[in-house]
């Protein structure tokens, strides 16, 4: 857990010092409410990623995925929420609205060939580190995936993703 929580620090602060002087637009999405925890370990083993390039969506409003224990106070964002991991399991969150396209109805998808995150309308391209744009009309302007915050919380192995 220790281990984790250091890599998790580390992505973070290789994300900060990597894109803040970039210039690139984050703020596209329009502001939704983000909620939604893992309670516990075990929870988290089945809700959650726990290996590289794993990933999982949370729509909110379709009961995605299946038996996944939804609150009152629960909300998946904008398009809904992607949890993905990168080659070395570090987990990330972003909105799976597409930040070219504007629409919560066209979610961005994992692609399996290029290990990364991709949209289905445009076809931009996203890199799982840092939610940047890596082809496409995103890259063109410049165009980030909305990211989320995920931390461990509790004493129980939770971990809480929030706005």
């Not at 299946?66 to 609150?71: C, L, V």
């Not at 399991?89 to 109805?105: G, K, M, Q, R, T």
Request: glycine share 10%.
């Amino acid at each position: 857990m220790i281990k984790k929580l250091g890599y998790i620090l580390s992505s973070l602060l290789i994300l900060l010092a990597t894109t803040s002087c970039d210039g690139g637009d984050r703020d596209r999405i329009p502001a939704a409410a983000v909620f939604i925890e893992f309670k516990s370990q075990v929870v988290w083993d089945q809700y959650g990623v726990n290996g590289s390039f794993m990933h999982r969506r949370f729509i909110l409003s379709q009961k995605i995925p299946t038996g996944f224990a939804y609150t009152i106070s629960s909300a998946t964002g904008y398009g809904g929420l992607m949890l993905v991991t990168n080659e070395h399991a570090i987990p990330f969150v972003y909105d799976l609205c597409c930040p070219v396209e504007i629409n919560s109805s066209i979610r961005i998808e994992f692609d399996e060939e290029n290990l990364c995150l991709r949209c289905p309308r445009c076809g931009s391209t996203y890199d799982i580190s840092t939610g940047g744009p890596m082809t496409g009309a995103a890259k063109e302007g410049r165009y980030f995936l909305q990211s989320y915050t995920i931390a461990p919380y509790g004493t129980a192995g939770g971990w809480r993703i929030t706005r």
